[in-house]
Structures are given as C-alpha cells and as structure tokens.
C-alpha cells in the first residue's frame, strides 16, 4: 500500500493481529457517526448562536476544555421537551447502522455506542428509529417543568487522558481490554475532539471528517470511510482474511 494514502496499516498486518485475537469489538460514536447530524452542535448552532461562538473560541484558547465547553453551553439552557424531541425527530442513521449492528450480531462481535453527548438523546432516537444498542454517554435530564432547564453530567471524565471530553472513549476501549484480554478494538468516528482517544487506543480505527484530519496531521494509521456501509464492506474483508490464516496454521 501507498505510504501516503489514507490507510496506512497494511491489512495483511491487520488480519494477522485479528487471526491471533480471542474476540472482536465494535466500538461506534453515534453524533456524525452512527446518525448523519450531530445532534448537541446542530442544537446549539439552532439555540445558542453567539454564545456557542465565544465559547468556542475560550476552547480552542485552551481555557476549558471539551467538558467545560458543555457545561457553559447546556447549563441553564432552557427548551420545552416536545421541542428537544421534534428536534431529534430530524436526526437520521446512518444508512449502514443498522447493517453494522446485524454484521456484528452474525459475527459475534461485541457492539457499542461510545458518545460524548447525552443518554436521553440516544435512549429516545433508539425508540424512535426502532433500534437497540448497549451505549455509555453523559447524562442529560429535564428539570424544571416550569422553566424547561436541562441539566448534565459526565459519563466518565478521564484526567489521565488529553481528550477533556465528559466521557473518555479511551478509558473505555482499555477498561474492556483489561476484561476481555486479547480483543482485536476497532473504533469508528468522525470528530477529532470526542473520538481521537478512542481512535489511538483501538487496534483499527475507522475515520472521517476531523477525526480523519486529525489522524493524517499526526501521521497515524486509520481506515477512511463514509458511511456505516464502507465498515462493515472492510470489517467483511478482514475477518474472510483472518480466517484464511487462522485455517492455514
Ligand atoms: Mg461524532
Ligand atoms: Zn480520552
């Protein structure tokens, strides 16, 4: 393969460290992902226009970080909940999520939803949209019926880890390590604050948009895609080629 081309692990390399694994994992983000629309940026881009830009710009100063961000975004914001859920009734999946999940059902592979947005989100466009997953996010919750106030929490803040982020996708891609040894981790996301963590921790990352960006700039190996679709095509590919090792040994 190229060297200057987007994936840079050769896949030989890569179906022979998942001919070698004991299990395979799937961990997915979901905003810009898993959905076509980043649900907590299109919120705030619709709600909380200049505030979101001042914000903005004390996070890329490095004053706070990604956690922070939400917090001084999201506290005190006030929206009735009939308006939260006509808004997430315009977020749609990716047209592969669903084959993904099938694909890792059939294959018995292990799937996730790792998010740096909100619980409530993801439980109610699970409903919605007819689907189930196993997820770990932050923690969003309506309170105040008079003043239709929102309050948040993180799903794992990491201090060990650069991300900032209010759920460290890395904590949780070593966390299942530690308790399934041996695991080949594939990761898949889009956004280079919420997802480059868990894209360095796993054994195959799948990337695009910023995260894509942010992996070229550091020079580290990644498999590009655009939809749920092109993973599954490549996930297909490399576990064909895993077995072929595994039966020649
Ligand atoms: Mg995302
Ligand atoms: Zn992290």
Redesign the pocket.
């Known amino acids: 393969m190229d060297e200057d081309s987007d994936g840079l692990t050769p896949t030989e390399d890569l179906a022979v460290a998942l001919a070698r694994s004991s299990a395979l994992a799937v961990f997915c983000?979901?905003?810009?992902?898993y959905?076509v629309q980043?649900v907590g940026s299109t919120l705030a881009r619709k709600h909380l226009g200049p505030r979101r830009i001042e914000l903005w710009s004390r996070y890329e100063s490095g004053e706070l970080d990604a956690w922070e961000y939400n917090i001084e975004l999201f506290t005190g914001f006030r929206l009735p909940e009939s308006e939260l859920r006509a808004f997430l009734a315009t977020i749609d999946l990716d047209p592969g999520a669903r084959v993904l999940q099938a694909w890792c059902a059939d294959e018995g592979a292990s799937f996730r939803i790792l998010?740096?947005?909100f619980d409530y989100n993801l439980n109610w466009l699970q409903q919605h949209n007819d689907v189930q997953f196993d997820f770990t996010s932050n923690h969003l919750e309506h309170v105040g019926l008079e003043g239709d106030e929102w309050s948040i929490a993180p799903g794992g803040r990491n201090p060990a880890c650069g991300c900032g982020t209010g759920t460290c996708k890395r904590a949780i891609i070593s966390q299942y390590r530690r308790d399934n040894p041996g695991a080949f981790c594939v990761h898949v996301?889009?956004?280079r604050v919420?997802?480059l963590c868990g894209a360095d921790e796993a054994d195959l990352a799948f990337a695009k948009?910023t995260?894509a960006d942010a992996l070229r700039e550091r020079k580290q190996a990644f498999e590009p895609f655009e939809t749920l679709d092109d993973v599954v095509a490549k996930l297909t590919s490399l576990v064909a080629d895993a077995r072929a090792l595994r039966a020649e040994r």
């Open positions: 983000d979901f905003d810009g992902t959905s980043d998010s740096d947005g996301g889009n956004g919420s997802d948009e995260l």
